[in-house]
């Protein structure tokens, strides 16, 4: 029995009219759903069997029946939107906001160890009556070493430790030079430190970078000696590292006459030897001296009525032995997880 266009129309009434009470009972936008693809989807919707049936029917009523089928196509889509807009507008508000919940943490950033130990370094200079000097990181070589008593041809100059700029000057290798720009700006009695960084041509190891923070310190006045030099250090040491042992070594230095180093007793290993003690022990903190007569004549001040000492501290390895980090590298890792830790 061949399908006859009657039939079809039929049908067609009889499936709009049972999707159009479907829609009306749909719920929830989940039900709707299910209505629609069930009905006028494009791969599962029962709509779709009515267009296969179309060659089948004799040419002269496809016509109706196509138009028939556009109309029943038009008037379910249309009470599916409204069917999905009534549901979405009587959908709950959201639940009101709940003030007693925790907040989410937020990562607040903290300071670099290097930077806490200068801060601290700074901190206990300004108790002492020291205030804070600075000066370029790019130098004339004058002030880098000529100035500072470095015999032409000193070894220090030479192109394996410094580096130098194109079209003269270099980058500082000390924060000495700032001992005399201050000299040069302001008359004694000075008491300056001078935090900065300063660059080198050297190895990158445990305890070695190529850029590195440095503190000078410089007090100049009259009658000023080797034990106000001491006793300061001393005092120093004794505020920032506790019961900590330290020791002075003669040294040398073209600006200071006489020199010393001062070491302090390992706290990574205790003293019994590691590798950033470099199995001594001891960790050099500063270098330190009596201010070269020449040095002050050099930047304008009359040797022969004042006198001064200085010293040069290494922040980076103070930090070592105060945090307790075993390489100095984790200081220019940017290693978050490292950095954390120290986070106030
Ligand atoms: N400038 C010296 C250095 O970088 C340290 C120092 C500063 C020594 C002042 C003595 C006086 O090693």
Redo the contacts with the bound molecule.
């Keep these: 029995m061949s399908t006859t266009s009657a039939d079809l129309l039929a049908r067609l009434d009889a499936f709009r009219d049972a999707t159009l009470a479907q829609l009306e009972a749909a719920a929830s936008l989940e039900a709707l759903e299910a209505v629609r693809t069930a009905s006028v989807g494009r791969t599962r919707g029962a709509l779709n069997d009515f267009k296969t049936q179309l060659p089948q029917l004799p040419a002269p009523e496809r016509p109706a029946f196509g138009a028939k089928f556009n109309a029943v196509k038009v008037v379910l889509e249309h009470a599916i939107e409204e069917r999905h807009a009534a549901l979405t507008a009587s959908r709950p508000a959201p639940a009101a906001l709940d003030l007693s919940m925790p907040a989410r943490r937020q990562w607040r950033g903290g300071k670099h160890p290097v930077t806490l130990v200068m801060e601290e370094i700074e901190s206990i200079f300004r108790d002492l009556g020291f205030t804070i000097a600075t000066g370029p990181e790019a130098e004339h070589e004058w002030y880098n070493f000529g100035a500072?008593n470095f015999p032409p041809h000193h070894p220090a100059m030479d192109m394996h430790d410094t580096l130098y700029l194109e079209g003269g000057g270099l980058l500082r290798?000390?924060?000495?030079p700032v001992?005399i720009r201050t000299l040069q700006s302001y008359p004694p009695p000075i008491r300056i430190i001078a935090p900065g960084n300063?660059f080198r041509r050297d190895f990158f190891d445990a305890s070695h970078a190529p850029m590195f923070a440095?503190i000078?310190?410089?007090a100049v006045d009259e009658g000023i000696s080797f034990v106000d030099l001491k006793a300061t250090l001393a005092n120093f040491a004794n505020r920032f590292f506790g019961q900590t042992i330290t020791r002075f070594r003669p040294?040398f230095?073209p600006?200071?006459e006489p020199?010393a180093?001062m070491d302090v007793a390992c706290r990574i290993c205790n003293g019994s030897g590691c590798a950033t003690c470099k199995q001594t022990g001891w960790v050099e903190i500063?270098?330190?001296?009596m201010?070269h007569p020449n040095v002050l004549e050099a930047a304008g001040v009359d040797s022969e009525r004042y006198s001064g000492?200085?010293?040069?501290?290494g922040p980076g390895r103070m930090a070592l032995q105060r945090f307790g980090i075993p390489d100095i590298r984790l200081e220019y890792d940017s290693d978050i997880a490292f950095l954390e830790q120290f986070a106030q």
Excluded: I, K, P, R
Excluded at 173 to 176: D, I, L, Q, R, V
Excluded at 309 to 313: E, I, T, V, Y
């Design positions: 500072l290798t000390h924060t000495s001992q300063v440095q000078e310190g410089m040294s230095f600006f200071t020199s180093e500063l270098g330190c001296g201010m000492w200085a010293f040069g501290m």
